[in-house]
């Protein structure tokens, strides 16, 4: 069975930093790109950062750019995301996703439950 | 960036009822692009992918269509379990996007 886990999420100061982690489970995390989807409380999804397979490619959301590492350690069936300079408007949900492909046709196939992170004085 | 507008924001509808939500690009992104289900507190569900195929265990009812710039994700008959919100992804060019998302409710 798929399983991602997320973790690290929690209350952090406007400025502050936080690593959030996915573990990953029941699939080859090797032959598989990862994302990081957010939700800030009540609002709508918004991409926030793919990375590939074997770590040759990563992009990110234009608003994450500069601040935000995405990471993966496949010997460790796992993913991170890394937040500098954290914002305010960076407080959401942060889901890490499972890219799959068909063809060119690329999708999200798996998601994890989710870490909430908020920024807050 | 490439935008995706979402239409209706939200909708009231009834078992049993054909319902449809639309997403229009900004350009041209071929076939890349697929439907998400979130219920209220749950992670998002992938429901199609490439404009129009269905992922694994997806109900029938659920159907999309279109091309270029104009998609449309349509539920034949809703049932109880479809009331959620519903969003679009383009996935043809980063920074990937999803529209705003399309509210089913019970009227």
């Known amino acids: 069975e798929v399983q991602l886990v997320e973790s690290g999420g929690g209350l952090v100061q406007p400025g502050g930093s936080l690593r959030l982690s996915c573990a990953a489970s029941g699939f080859p995390f090797n032959n598989h790109e990862m994302n990081w989807v957010r939700q800030a409380p009540g609002k709508g999804l918004e991409w926030v950062s793919y990375?590939?397979?074997?770590?040759?490619?990563?992009h990110y959301a234009d608003s994450v750019k500069g601040r935000f590492t995405i990471s993966r350690d496949n010997a460790k069936n796992s993913l991170f995301l890394q937040m500098n300079y954290l914002r305010a408007e960076d407080t959401a949900v942060y889901y890490c996703a499972r890219g799959s492909f068909f063809g060119p046709t690329k999708y999200f196939d798996y998601w994890g439950q989710g870490t909430l992170v908020a920024v807050s004085s | 960036a490439i935008q995706m507008t979402q239409s209706p924001s939200s909708l009231s509808a009834s078992v049993g009822d054909r319902v449809t939500i639309t997403c229009r690009a900004s350009q041209d992104i071929r076939n890349d692009l697929g439907w998400y289900q979130q219920r209220p507190g749950k992670a998002p569900k992938l429901l199609i992918y490439g404009i129009s195929t269905l992922h694994d265990g997806v109900p029938s009812r659920f159907s999309g269509s279109g091309s270029g710039t104009d998609f449309t994700l349509t539920i034949s008959s809703l049932q109880p379990e479809d009331f959620a919100t519903y969003y679009c992804l383009q996935d043809y060019s980063y920074p990937w996007t999803f529209g705003q998302g399309t509210k089913v409710e019970v009227k």
């Open positions: 990375i590939s397979k074997s770590d040759s490619a990563r």
